[in-house]
């Protein structure tokens, strides 16, 4: 699907905001889906593979959605020189997102750029009248991006660095920890290790956690198997069976 | 508008653009995105005798102009494949061929005799790119004596139209497709993947859990067209080309080499109705050229 | 300042890497775009003991992440060689190594001959890619006999370090491997170009008038990755690695698999500078990971 | 080499004008001599070739160059999607372009898109006091572009089309056929069998002829030997012994 590049804008050294006049993906997207995106026009075959990313932001009524995405290797260093105008192909939504738990207590919990589906969740928790706890874990603080757009949506944003320049210094499963002696709903993205933390912290507390899973991925529909993430029951598919996965259904280990 | 019915000895295709195995599930994912009624037919993924977990992850890695993949055969097994996924595929109006795979010649039997006389199945195309284990792991496809003797195993277990489907990674590709014609195979399958790796810079470790990967995708389509082209030459059987296939004119390249049909596997990844888009490219191209169907291109580059 | 210096067997290269035969003349033209004497070797283009006219056009053509070339060895025989081409290169600072071919296993040990021990000449490569006109054209890589008594007859000519170039046409890389090196050779270079074909739809011909040529580019990385990784596991001989090199990473991936040194070929194409850059970012590497040289990264992803 | 994108201009439904900021490029070029383009960024490898394009217009004080392309497959594609600021990596300017035969009447011919390298000699032409008669042979009327740029140069223009919808109908070896009869020195750039005919002419009038010539290339610099263009003497490069070649230096049938 065609889609086109309203604004593409560069955050911090590493981490852009691109906004895409896409109305479909906006009118079907579910917070914790995906789009896969390819990075090249249609006459080049390198790099070949589309290149999933979270909706990290989403209005139907205006047609748009947001991605957050870092330069990471060669497809996201050609996304970072998409301009205003430029076309994009992209599939999607794809993907199971999160599931809203009703009378919970909501907290976000992002790892790094695993912030960027996040702020979609928040977004909708707020129209089910729920009102989440935003917890942000990053290296360093010129790292930390989006905060102010949580905060627009009236949650409560915290913050742990690695290396103490913003916010708390450590890691965001330490701010988790204290906060689950009265949240109850955790919603997570990030590394795998930072996961299996919470996951723990989650099983201790009684918790309900959804995680949101990456994987190396070919088709993104469900059809070609490479995507494998480790369950009690074999592998399962991050892409359709995922992203989001309850805690209990994967082996974060693997 | 154009015919473009195609023939392959015992089995008929509504067009010559079929699906290659293991890159397009059961056909139920990409229904969503195309009509797969439209489609020459679906090569379903490999299908083993007992279900198989697969290769833990990472499974994929890209490479230019392609990927490596070792997704390690996951499927649920033959019995499965007839209880769960085939009933779903009854209705669809395109052929369906179910690759088979195995660990041992007697395996490739079992599956193909289960699979025989079902009525939802066209052809079965026989994957000899698994490792025998019974030779040291040693892939079937290397040897074309090991592929003869599987190909007249399976052979023997069904009557439905049978394709080889070749390993490229042999040093004459013509030897090993005489051995599978000569066992019975009435349509050669060409090209597998190619054995190839990657290694991750980073961790200074082979980038897939399992060492070595299969290379697909645009990158492997020279390689492709000269195995076609020159097991055509050799042997006029009827073949299904396929390897980097991602628009009709790399369709054409493979028919002109000799390919009765081909199949598209990676390049759906990049676009999930690249199979429709190659169909309506090969209609253009034979009215433009103003000729009735697509008998008269196949081979037609050879002298 | 990292320490580059490459050691392969007899060969000492002050950095690892080099550029790959025919695909950059005689040095020459390079020389305007970047100091050759940075580079850690240059293989000269292909020899042969007469003259030869190379084949008629189109000699190359693109294809996905990479490119087929037919030029059929055009070069000016070694006695041109000698006399014209070895006396420019002599103030060179990097090793000359020359790349060797021959219809014949005659010619071979005839052009090996006249190089022997001429100043200028660091090593030979032999080239065994090339068609054996008293074995119907086939390739004398192809089959470990024939590269046994190639490297053999090469071997009893001349005392300059020797290189077997292999043909990454074969079913088992290993087999042709160990026959080169039992037979006298020190050194592998892995991989050649993989035998490739490309159809112009237009004319439904073959696009290249060889109709075959040699695919080479990025498209082939992974399996000149997999191949140096299947002859250093197996004989943990010196290997100079090439096939689809462009970057500083892509060279550490064979470095990684098993290669001492590699050679760049098409990329030189695409980026005329690009040795240099890889030479400078295998330094960042070194210095970055605090290594004291390349050598403890010779095969480093090997369990 | 970097050079920066000051204006892609569409001429037709498929001939461009690129015009570059190269000032490198602009103070060593010679009429006949080209550029090979890079038409995708430095972390794409497909297409992985180089395209040679002759430099159809170049201004030193400026220090800029123009080149004039029809979109015939994937890397002329690429290049028409370019626009003003984005980055063109080229190298240049390469090969042997037309010698300037001083004391002769010059005539320079142009098959279809072998107009591209003809209006900078033109331009050198004009500087060296000599006054050349274009002529120019294209299918169909509609081709036809530069010719204003000719005229502004004060070049007599004649132009044939097959279809004769613009101009005389017919080719461009009739109007040539006219002008050997005054003019002496022809330069030619077009289809082989255009110039294998121009050949025939000059040889039976008498006249001076170099030939531009095209031939798939690797290297661009004469290291590879894939752009094989056949001589009484064997093999030429047509990037370095070329792309212009005095008419007895080639064999036009080959
Ligand atoms: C469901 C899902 C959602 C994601 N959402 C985001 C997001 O919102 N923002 C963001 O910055 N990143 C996100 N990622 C990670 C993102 O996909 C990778 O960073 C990106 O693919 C890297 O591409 P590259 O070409 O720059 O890197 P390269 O390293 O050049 O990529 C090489 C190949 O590896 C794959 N790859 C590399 N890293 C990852 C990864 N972490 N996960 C999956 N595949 C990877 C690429 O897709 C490509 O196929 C998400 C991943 C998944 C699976
Ligand atoms: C010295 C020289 C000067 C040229 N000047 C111009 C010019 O000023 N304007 C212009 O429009 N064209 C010119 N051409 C032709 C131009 O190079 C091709 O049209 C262009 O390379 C096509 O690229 P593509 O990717 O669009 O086509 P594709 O067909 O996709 O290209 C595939 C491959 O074939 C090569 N190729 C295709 N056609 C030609 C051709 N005619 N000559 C050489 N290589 C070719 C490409 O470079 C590429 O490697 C010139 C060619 C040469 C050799
Ligand atoms: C992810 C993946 C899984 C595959 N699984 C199978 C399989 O199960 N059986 C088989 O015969 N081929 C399998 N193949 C090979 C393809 O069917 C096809 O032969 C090969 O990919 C070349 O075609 P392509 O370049 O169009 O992908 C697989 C390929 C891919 C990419
Ligand atoms: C145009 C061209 C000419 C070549 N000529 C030779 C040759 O004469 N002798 C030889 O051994 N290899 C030759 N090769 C192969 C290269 O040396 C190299 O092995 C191969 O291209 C793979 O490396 P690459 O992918 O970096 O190009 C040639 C390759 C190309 C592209
Ligand atoms: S990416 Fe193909 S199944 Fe998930
Ligand atoms: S293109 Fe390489 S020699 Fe001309």
């Known amino acids: 699907m065609l889609t086109t590049v309203r604004k593409n804008t560069m955050l911090t050294d590493r981490i852009y905001r691109l906004t895409l006049s896409a109305p479909q993906v906006a009118a079907d997207a579910q917070p914790g889906q995906f789009v896969h995106v390819r990075t090249v026009p249609p006459t080049s075959w390198d790099p070949f593979l589309r290149r999933p990313l979270s909706i990290h932001d989403c209005s139907r009524e205006e047609g748009i959605i947001a991605l957050l995405y870092e330069v990471v290797g060669r497809g996201t260093t050609l996304l970072s020189r998409l301009r205003p105008g430029d076309e994009v192909d992209l599939l999607g939504p794809l993907g199971r997102g999160f599931t809203l738990v009703p009378d919970r207590r909501p907290v976000l919990v992002g790892g790094g750029l695993g912030l960027a589906p996040l702020l979609f969740l928040a977004r909708r928790l707020r129209e089910a009248r729920q009102r989440p706890v935003v917890l942000v874990g990053c290296r360093r603080g010129s790292d930390v991006v989006a905060i102010d757009d949580f905060a627009a949506l009236d949650c409560k944003v915290e913050v742990a660095t690695e290396d103490g320049s913003l916010g708390c210094k450590g890691m965001v499963t330490t701010l988790a920890e204290k906060h689950l002696e009265c949240e109850d709903a955790v919603y997570a993205c990030g590394p795998r290790p930072m996961l299996a933390a919470i996951a723990g912290l989650c099983r201790g507390a009684g918790a309900l956690l959804q995680v949101s899973l990456e994987e190396k991925m070919g088709c993104g529909i469900g059809a070609c198997l490479v995507c494998a993430c480790p369950t009690p029951k074999g592998y399962a598919r991050v892409c359709t069976d995922g992203p989001v996965f309850w805690a209990e259904e994967v082996d974060l280990r693997g | ?302 002298p």
Chains 1, 4 share one sequence.
């Open chain 2, 1 to 302: 508008m154009a015919d473009l019915t195609a023939v392959l000895g015992p089995l008929q295709l509504p067009n010559p653009v079929l699906v290659a195995s293991g890159t397009f599930g059961y056909g139920e994912e990409y229904g969503t995105y195309i009509d797969l009624n439209r489609l020459g037919g679906i090569m379903v993924k490999g299908t083993t005798l007992h279900p198989r977990r697969g290769n833990r992850p990472p499974r994929i890695v890209e490479t230019p102009a392609g990927l490596l993949n070792s997704v390690g055969l996951q499927n649920p097994g033959v019995d499965a494949v007839i209880s769960e996924e085939l009933p779903k595929l009854k209705e669809l109006k395109c052929p369906v061929i179910v690759n088979i795979a195995g660990s041992t010649v007697d395996e490739y039997a079992q599956v193909a005799a289960r699979l025989d006389g079902h009525p939802t199945v066209a052809a079965l195309e026989i994957n000899v790119s698994c490792p025998n284990v019974n030779e040291g792991g040693m892939a079937f496809g290397t040897d074309p004596a090991m592929v003869r003797e599987v190909v007249q195993a399976v052979r023997g277990s069904t009557d439905l139209p049978l394709i080889c489907k070749l390993s490229p990674n042999v040093g004459d590709i013509v030897q090993v497709a005489e051995a599978a014609v000569e066992a019975g195979a009435q349509i050669l399958s060409l090209i597998n993947t190619v054995l190839g790796m990657s290694i991750d810079v980073g961790t200074r470790r082979p980038t897939l859990t399992n060492v070595f990967g299969g290379l697909s995708g645009p990158a492997i389509r020279p390689i492709a067209v000269r195995m076609v082209w020159e097991v055509y030459q050799a042997l006029r059987v009827p073949i299904i080309g396929m390897g980097g296939i991602a628009s009709g004119r790399d369709a054409l390249e493979f028919i002109l080499a000799g390919a009765g049909a081909v199949a598209v596997g990676s390049a759906n990844f990049t676009d999930p109705g690249v199979c429709l888009k190659i169909i309506r490219e090969l209609e253009e191209y034979i009215e433009a050229q103003g000729l009735d169907g697509l008998s008269s291109l196949v081979g037609a580059a050879h």
